[in-house]
């Protein structure tokens, strides 16, 4: 197949180049990544600004095309303007650290294929549940099995896998667990420091909650050493709601 490569990690994260030498192995690959990080920018686009396009060289070899966006931007220009021919499949990755329950929101990764889903692309985003001394090899070679594999899975076309794979060892995997999106949210904390010259400025931190209850969900799974594949979109409609409001209609 014909993949477009994206991720919000940058076109020089090490996660992107162990995605690319794996799925290079079998299918026609496309980079199109942010110049910079781009993590937590979530589905923003750049429409105050141009985009810039530069060639990068891995090694003195081709590797991709870098812009100076959003990951959506990467995605739109890529396949609008950059690439000749419609991709048959956008992979968004791979993220360091994980894209589950509410944070999904946030990530620039699982936008980069929400994007290709909006412009009518199947597409997969898959995260490594880990911020320290990450091993991207499990993580590429199950991209490269759900590469082959989502050819002949049936998705409607505004639906989109995010994947989450734990840090841990290839035998060490408990297995892959199709589940819904949890709800726990990242709890900011907010550490007030003083620069030099008397001005105080603020670094956020925090962790996630812990106190997820539905054990069927992708947050609960990937602490179990699971895979994680969670179809998601975006209409954000709550449609039992909609129906309760209706009177709102006569106002």
């Not at 294929?113 to 199950?142: H, V």
Request: proline share 4%; with cysteine; hydrophobic share 40%.
């Amino acid at each position: 197949m014909r993949i477009l490569v994206s991720n919000d990690d940058g076109i020089h994260a090490p996660g992107i180049k162990a995605l690319v030498a794996e799925l290079k192995k079998e299918h026609e690959i496309t980079v199109v990544a942010p110049e910079y990080e781009q993590s937590a920018v979530g589905h923003a686009i750049t429409i105050s600004n141009p985009l810039r396009v530069r060639e990068v060289y891995d090694n003195g070899d081709f590797f991709g095309y870098a812009i100076n966006g959003t990951p959506a931007d990467c995605i739109k220009i890529g396949i609008k303007s950059i690439l000749d021919f419609e991709p048959d499949l956008v992979v968004s990755g791979i993220n360091l650290g994980g894209n589950y329950a509410k944070n999904i929101i946030y990530s620039g990764t699982v936008s980069a294929a929400t994007e290709g889903c909006i412009l009518g692309i199947r597409s997969l985003a898959i995260s490594l549940n880990t911020f320290i001394k990450p091993d991207f090899s499990p993580s590429a070679q199950f991209a490269l099995e759900m590469v082959e594999r989502v050819k002949d899975i049936e998705l409607p076309d505004d639906v989109l896998l995010n994947i989450n794979v734990p840090a841990v060892k290839k035998c060490e995997i408990a297995g892959v667990k199709v589940v819904k999106q949890g709800k726990s949210r990242f709890i900011e904390d907010f550490d007030k420091r003083k620069d030099p010259r008397g001005n105080y400025y603020y670094w956020m931190a925090g962790e996630m909650e812990t106190g997820e209850s539905d054990h069927e969900t992708d947050y609960w799974y990937i602490k179990e050493n699971y895979i994680t594949i969670t179809p998601i979109k975006y209409d954000l409609t709550d449609y039992l709601t909609l129906d309760k409001i209706k009177h709102l209609e006569g106002l």
